[in-house]
């Protein structure tokens, strides 16, 4: 039976730990003011740094969130991909989802709206990702508060949100006025799973 069973790094890292150690106390003993007040003097200090790692080690998930979090606030809109391979998108202050994501290499700012079923483009931002508008057929209606409007189908070479990209995904273009771009269902299923936490949208990456 093994007592002890770590892994590659983990042993790594315990030797080096060991020859630091060993490297310390060799300096120590080498002092000219070898004395046990600063034997326990150094033996104070470097068990309040190893405490002080082994704590940033147990608690590292919990630390990275809480970094994702911080920058989150700063940055509301800017995905943040965290250890468990979710994305991570905080709510704005209107109480909706809004996130930066890049179309064929271009920025465009969405909404995530569960009510729309597709990926749904505003023509200003169409034009922006390099969409021909005339080579559309807006035969797509759609019933909104504003009454019906009209969409076109289309597809997008590239979208990337995080460190995921997408290739060919369907979308379409709304020939009414949008506020804002909409990244409606068919983008949410490209995803293992999305759920709504607190005051976060989570996004779990699929297992390729």
Known sequence: MHLFNF????????????LLLTLVASGILRSRDFTFG???QYLTIWSVVALFGVF???YRFELSDFKSRILGELQPTKARVNSNKQIVINI?????FYVDVKINSTPVKFMIDTGASAITLSKEDAL???IDLQNLTFNQSYQTANGIS????TKLSVLEIGNVRFININASVNNAAMGV???????LRQFQKYEFYRDRLVLTIQDN
């Open 181 to 187: 771009s909409l990244l409606g269902m068919n983008f």
């Open 92 to 96: 704005a202050q209107d109480g909706h």
């Open 56 to 58: 940033l080690y147990t």
């Open 150 to 153: 009209y969409g076109a189908a």
């Open 38 to 40: 600063k034997i326990l």
């Open 7 to 18: 892994s590659s790094s983990e042993t790594q890292n315990l030797v080096y730990l060991l």
């Open 128 to 130: 922006r990702v390099g």
